[in-house]
């Protein structure tokens, strides 16, 4: 037996089935993720014009430690990253504009929690289905040469029946294709409107971000006046 006959035999006796158990699998996990990664950025969104608006009162009437604990009740990704800032207001204006940057880098890196999954789902799930498509084409035409009249087909109403079967066949293998476009194409719209998402979370921080910095570069203290020397 040569490696393509041993390898024929062995997709004849998986057949195609198991390829659309694993594509439902896919696709359940799939919902599963889109549906907790957009409640998780639904809850970092938040009022970022109303938190704004009372931190900046309590910085302007010098009130840090009530302007810390506005930012951190709040479940916003822009007052996780002005947070960072603030705590380190005595250090000066730079140590608090790298805290804030490594704040940010590791909420994204937060935000952006399994979406690897949906990406690589998106890209790949047509191929799986395409998979059990070629396989379903394999087995029928292994199906058809075994109807042939010179491996004992028969002719005439037989032949008929049997090329009904492969044609039936065929038309079965290719669902396996059209469910992995089913699962990807779900898959590459959330991934794509959760990156939109994400994105415009991080850069709705610099509201808040730019206004921490922006208190600080008017406080009077040793450090401000160090760094505006």
Same mark, same amino acid.
């Given at each position: 037996m040569t490696p393509i006959d041993a390898l024929q035999q062995l997709f004849l006796r998986a057949g195609a089935g198991w390829v659309l158990w694993l594509l439902g699998l896919l696709s359940l996990v799939s919902v599963a993720l889109t549906v907790e990664r957009w409640l998780v950025l639904r809850a970092r969104g938040g009022d970022l014009r109303g938190l704004a608006g009372r931190?900046?009162?309590?910085?302007?009437?010098?009130?840090?430690?009530?302007?810390?604990a506005l930012l951190a009740a709040s479940p916003s990704v822009a007052a996780a990253i002005a947070a960072a800032g603030l705590r380190l207001?005595?250090?000066?204006?730079?140590?608090?504009?790298?805290?804030? *940057?490594?704040?940010? /880098? !590791?909420e994204?890196?937060? %935000?952006?929690?399994?979406?690897?999954?949906? +990406?690589?789902? @998106?890209n790949n799930a047509p191929f799986v289905g395409l998979l059990g498509t070629v396989i379903g084409v394999i087995a029928a035409f292994e199906e058809l040469g075994?109807?042939?009249?010179?491996?004992?087909?028969?002719?005439?109403?037989?032949?008929?029946?049997?090329?009904?079967?492969?044609?039936?066949?065929?038309?079965?293998?290719?669902?396996a294709t059209a469910v992995g476009l089913l699962v990807a194409l779900p898959a590459v719209a959330a991934y794509?409107?959760?990156?939109?998402?994400?994105?415009?979370?991080? *850069?709705?921080?610099? /509201? !808040?971000?730019?206004?921490? %910095?922006?208190?600080?570069?008017?406080?009077? +203290?040793?450090? @401000?006046q160090q760094e505006a020397r």
């Open positions: 931190v900046a009162v309590l910085l302007q009437a010098g009130d840090r430690d009530g302007a810390l207001a005595d250090r000066g204006p730079k140590a608090a504009e790298y805290a804030m *940057q490594s704040a940010l /880098a !590791l994204r890196g937060q %935000l952006e929690r399994g979406l690897i999954f949906l +990406g690589t789902l @998106g075994h109807a042939a009249p010179g491996h004992g087909g028969g002719t005439g109403a037989a032949s008929q029946v049997a090329s009904n079967a492969v044609m039936s066949s065929i038309a079965e293998a290719l669902v794509n409107a959760f990156q939109r998402k994400i994105t415009s979370l991080c *850069q709705g921080s610099e /509201a !808040l971000t730019n206004l921490v %910095l922006a208190y600080m570069s008017d406080t009077t +203290g040793p450090e @401000g």
